[in-house]
């Protein structure tokens, strides 16, 4: 079995004594929290080596994440015009199974082309921008009226300054008017944001071509501008044109089973106990119940690299 390098840090005493951190990770010490979101907590670090601080600068914040090597979907638009039917449903489905699963943990998110990339097997994934949080045993109930969001991909309840729910992430069916068009559903020029609410209301969309009916039927269905009539993610994902060439695998939120300590990589378990300063309790329990934290994605994508 491939063994990760287990590189010695040496942490000079002087940075631990002037920088206040809570722990060291890598080659970083932790510091302050900058700020959190629904998954995740942005901390300040100090990279031991060059004593500078990595994560914040006097004009930028700078976070680590997970690299998607296959860009992002709007280059992959712009370079082929439009993309075939069969590529665009594959990633329709993949991002209306993560926005269910999104909605389940109470979070309606600003969905657009821009908010997609690609990883190195071509599949989506999901990068937030900006997003907002539901309680999770309301999510029929309660609405949000916090606007935030792009004109050009904004459900139109969003422009009209009105309350919302989860429905507006089913108006994400601009972004697959654009993979399958190459064009936005609903454009003003020049920019004129009372027109281009007209236009979603009185469903005045560009022209398709004519190769993608049953396509754009489904697209139709999600641009529908009364919140009532929409469907709901649940039921796009059970829509026909959806799962064409899929009987065999129907379309499901995504979900994680809980592993047990025995299923846990020992390599990995190695490299995050003696280079990363982890405790082994602590990630046998974290990632064990599979809680969202920063542990439990080194881990994952630890184990992704090996």
Not at 18 to 23: A, D, G, L, M, Q
Not at 199 to 205: A, D, L, Q, S
Not at 209 to 234: H, M, N, Q, T
Not at 264 to 269: A, I, M
């Amino acid at each position: 079995r491939q063994r990760l390098p287990l590189p010695s840090l040496k942490v000079p005493r002087e940075l631990l004594r002037s920088f206040p951190h809570s722990k060291r990770v890598g080659s970083y010490l932790v510091g302050k929290m900058i700020n959190k979101g629904s998954f995740a907590k942005v901390m300040e670090g100090l990279h031991i080596s060059t004593g500078e601080k990595t994560l914040e600068t006097e004009n930028s914040y700078y976070m680590v994440m997970e690299l998607c090597a296959g860009g992002d979907l709007m280059d992959r638009i712009c370079e082929r015009k439009r993309l075939e039917e069969r590529e665009v449903r594959r990633y329709t489905r993949q991002i209306l199974s993560a926005v269910e699963h999104l909605h389940k943990h109470g979070i309606v998110h600003d969905l657009k082309i821009e908010n997609f990339l690609l990883d190195e097997h071509n599949n989506i994934k999901i990068v937030f921008g900006l997003s907002n949080t539901l309680k999770t045993d309301s999510l029929s109930l309660e609405l949000l009226s916090t606007q935030c969001g792009s004109p050009a991909y904004a459900a139109p309840e969003l422009l009209a300054h009105r309350k919302y729910g989860p429905k507006v992430d089913v108006w994400s069916g601009v972004s697959m008017f654009a993979m399958l068009t190459g064009t936005l559903p609903f454009t003003v020029e020049p920019f004129n944001i009372k027109q281009l609410h007209q236009k979603m209301v009185n469903g005045e969309i560009s022209s398709i071509p004519g190769d993608i009916s049953k396509a754009v039927s489904f697209v139709l269905s999600l641009l529908e501008p009364d919140p009532a009539k929409r469907p709901s993610v649940r039921a796009a994902m059970e829509e026909r044109w959806i799962n064409e060439g899929y009987s065999k695998k129907a379309l499901h939120t995504l979900s994680h089973k809980n592993l047990s300590p025995e299923d846990l990589n020992s390599t990995v378990l190695e490299y995050m106990t003696e280079t990363l300063g982890y405790s082994l309790s602590e990630i046998i329990h974290v990632v064990t119940t599979n809680r969202p934290s920063a542990l439990t994605a080194s881990y994952h994508l630890l184990l992704s690299r090996l």
